[in-house]
Structures are given as C-alpha cells and as structure tokens.
C-alpha cells in the first residue's frame, strides 16, 4: 500500500495503486472552464502529464501549478492537466486570476473516481478525503511511464524528472 506524508506524518493512499508499465485508466474529471468533461489516462495518441494537487488554494500547489504552466508552454504534442478535488469554479477563478492558460485545470469532486483510480486518495487523517501530490507521465498507447508520489505532501515535486520523463 502507498503512502505519502503530512508534516512528517504517514498518510495511507485508498484506491487502486497504479505504476509505472501499467495502462493508465481512463477517467472522466470536470473542466474547471465551462464544466465540460475531460477524459485523463487511456490511449489517447498524444503524451500526457497529469499533475495531481491536494487543493489550489494552498501555497505549495499554487507555486507547483504556476511552475509546470510555464514548463509546459513549450512542450509540443503533450496533453497537460491538473486534476485536484477542488470545486471547479475555485479552480477556473484561480487561474484566470493567475493566468494559467497552458494546463487544463480540472476537478475530480464528483465521485473521485480518478483518486480512486489511481490510488491517490488520501485517507484516515485530517486531509482526508482530497488528493495527495502526485504526478503520471503517460505515453501515446497509455501507459505509465513515470510515476512520482511526493514523498512529503507539503514539498513540490520533481520538475527535472517529470519535465525529462514527458519529453
């Protein structure tokens, strides 16, 4: 079973844990712009870098989305998405007001299928029930073909290594 930490803390991950070599499920989130639906994971002919968040309204994930949104304006063929539990309208203000225009911003809070999907679901501790930090890089057949769990919830990923893994 998967784990990440809060402050030092072990927080178990509920749902299906999904690695690297695996096929990437294929999930439907909400668009933060317009509520229209998203599909992440699958076959989908293109690379896909799915950067998960706990919430944006949190420093840490603030800096990480505004990070990869300008990392990725210069990735060409690769489909990049942030999938985070927050309400899509706190998610599509938090962009416009940040300017984020090079991810697609979505929202599993429906029925967190994707956070169950992928095992990424937080439980049994006060951040249960939201999304740890994560990220999938997934290749044109679906398949994952890196994986990072944030070891420490409150700390920013790899860039280095996701940036390198989805080139």
């Known amino acids: 079973m998967a784990t990440t930490k809060f402050k030092g803390t072990d927080l178990e991950l509920l749902g299906n844990e999904v690695n690297v070599g695996d096929k990437a499920p294929e999930v439907i989130v909400v668009n933060s712009v317009g509520l229209g639906d998203v599909v ?3 076959a989908q002919g293109v690379k896909q870098l799915i950067i998960v968040v706990p919430s944006l309204d949190t420093g840490v994930c603030a800096t990480e989305t505004r990070n990869f949104n300008a990392k990725v304006a210069s990735l060409e063929g690769v489909k990049a998405t942030i ?3 927050d309400l899509p309208f706190a998610s599509g203000r938090f962009c ?8 697609t911003v979505t929202s599993d809070f429906r029925n967190k299928d994707f956070a169950n999907a992928y095992g990424v679901l937080l439980g049994g501790s006060v951040l249960a029930g939201v999304t740890c930090r994560a990220i999938f890089v997934v290749d044109a057949d679906g398949v994952v073909t890196y994986k990072e ?3 420490e919830i409150t700390e920013e990923p ?7 893994a989805v080139k």
């Open 40 to 42: 992440v994971g699958g």
């Open 83 to 85: 999938v985070s539990l």
């Open 149 to 151: 769990i944030v070891p």
């Open 158 to 164: 790899n860039y280095d290594a996701a940036m390198a």
């Open 96 to 103: 416009a007001a940040e300017g984020i225009d090079k991810l």
